[in-house]
């Protein structure tokens, strides 16, 4: 005989739901997204664009330091941040026999093309050959860089609009060159070293650059001219 109880169900209660939390995207009525960090090498390419012209219709900006320093390297970023901007090698005006007499090559074939509103031409000299072989075009542009040791000498300073130089000193700068050339340049290296002290002894140029930047990082130092150049690094601009 079927039993006449039953087994009652239990009784369940509301089920407890986490809370749901709105989704918030950007957007208008919505909190804005946090700005960007803002670019360093891209504001100080804005800060030289807006600069007065220097050599006729060209902003002239030299990128100075002691041989192995990263000049060329940095000269090629800061070119590329300006979207291509001409690059002038000093290595290129330089010889054997005068490492440090091209002020003419670069004002003749250069800086007076430049200033008269022309396209630029120079011929460059071939370290293996020994003599100059071949011609480098400079096209007329807003900003032209000049990269090289004493790229921002006495005689090229009255047409530059911005002297970067790159801190690191003489004795790292020749380790890292050396260490760069391999021992076929020793020689070579121990001549230069003569040569850039004498050069920087007389002629210095870094009591006159507007941007210091680390040679070793590549990271665009605050401060102001004429800090020692065991000065603390970041990645913001400095101005004169």
Known sequence: MASSETSAAPVMGPVARPAVRPVVRPGPGGPAAPPAAPDPLA????????????CGPVRLVAVDGHAGSGKTTFAARLAAALGGAPVVHLDDLATHAEPFGWTGRLRGQVLEPLAAGRDAEYEVYDWTLRRFAGTAPVPLAPVVLVEGVGAGRRAVRPELARLVWMELDAAAARRRGEQRDGPGLAEFWA???LAESAHFAADPSRPHAGTLVDGVTGRIAPGTVGEPSTMPLTCDVVRK
């Open 191 to 193: 001549g230069w070293a």
């Open 43 to 54: 504001a100080l390419a804005a800060e030289l664009r807006a600069l007065p012209p220097s």
